[in-house]
């Protein structure tokens, strides 16, 4: 691991137990102590981050109560029999990602992502498999975020004709060869994990991979 990732992953680490500490009723010196890390962990991560300073990485942090979990992140792919993996352009910024997101108090995981592709893309779907659970800091997302997160990957498969993805979030659609990806947003996801949904999309025998 390289010495940036290091200093980010303590310093995910030391939010995590700020939080957690802050959350469970301490005393006033506790608490005073607890915030104290939290200012540590800010200043640690704007060192590894480009133009993010300490005080808005604070800011992050404070927003968050309660024990400190990963967060829950969902990708869908649907796979055609030429292997082109259906990619939806994200407003956000422009580039190309799977289908997913944020995964909702109150849904399952199949939930979500069945969700996630019918409102990105306008496919309704089914999940086939679960591909792979993967930590984003690992898998070398960027840019890098104030907290941990797993990334739930399902393969799936249309059950309907789609209609038209929701215009906020969604610029646009296509199906993708490996060979002529557009630009990924790279927050989301990255080549090597398209390669393993297409992967399982050849041999969905193939067992679920995870970090």
């Given at each position: 691991?390289?010495?940036?990732?290091?200093?980010?992953?303590?310093?995910?680490?030391?939010?995590a137990l700020a939080q957690s500490g802050l959350s469970?009723?301490?005393?006033?010196?506790?608490?005073?102590?607890?915030?104290?890390?939290?200012?540590?962990?800010?200043?640690?991560?704007?060192?590894?981050?480009?133009?993010?300073?300490?005080?808005?990485?604070?800011?992050?942090?404070?927003?968050?109560?309660?024990?400190?979990?990963?967060?829950?992140d969902v990708r869908g792919a649907l796979v055609?029999?030429?292997d082109r993996v259906l990619l939806m352009r994200e407003r956000s910024d422009g580039r190309w990602s799977l289908p997913g997101g944020w995964a909702d108090p109150g849904d399952t995981p199949t939930d979500a992502v069945i969700r996630e592709i019918r409102e990105e893309t306008g496919y309704p779907a089914e999940v086939v498999k679960l591909v792979g659970v993967w930590d984003r800091d690992t898998r070398g997302h960027r840019p890098r975020l104030p907290t941990s997160i797993y990334k739930l990957f399902f393969l799936c498969r249309p059950t309907?004709?789609?209609?038209?993805?929701?215009?906020?979030?969604?610029?646009?659609?296509?199906?993708?060869?490996?060979?002529?990806?557009?630009?990924?947003?790279?927050?989301?996801?990255?080549?090597?994990?398209?390669?393993?949904?297409?992967?399982?999309?050849?041999?969905?025998?193939?067992p679920t991979e995870y970090d």
């Amino acid at each position: 691991m390289d010495p940036a990732a290091q200093i980010h992953r303590a310093a995910v680490t030391l939010a995590a137990l700020a939080q957690s500490g802050l959350s469970y009723g301490p005393g006033e010196f506790d608490a005073d102590r607890y915030r104290k890390v939290a200012a540590i962990a800010a200043d640690l991560l704007a060192a590894t981050s480009v133009d993010v300073p300490a005080a808005d990485w604070l800011a992050d942090l404070g927003r968050d109560q309660g024990h400190a979990t990963p967060k829950v992140d969902v990708r869908g792919a649907l796979v055609d029999d030429r292997d082109r993996v259906l990619l939806m352009r994200e407003r956000s910024d422009g580039r190309w990602s799977l289908p997913g997101g944020w995964a909702d108090p109150g849904d399952t995981p199949t939930d979500a992502v069945i969700r996630e592709i019918r409102e990105e893309t306008g496919y309704p779907a089914e999940v086939v498999k679960l591909v792979g659970v993967w930590d984003r800091d690992t898998r070398g997302h960027r840019p890098r975020l104030p907290t941990s997160i797993y990334k739930l990957f399902f393969l799936c498969r249309p059950t309907g004709s789609a209609t038209a993805p929701d215009v906020l979030e969604t610029l646009d659609i296509g199906w993708f060869s490996l060979d002529e990806l557009p630009e990924l947003s790279p927050g989301r996801i990255n080549r090597w994990e398209l390669e393993r949904m297409v992967a399982h999309a050849r041999d969905p025998q193939l067992p679920t991979e995870y970090d």
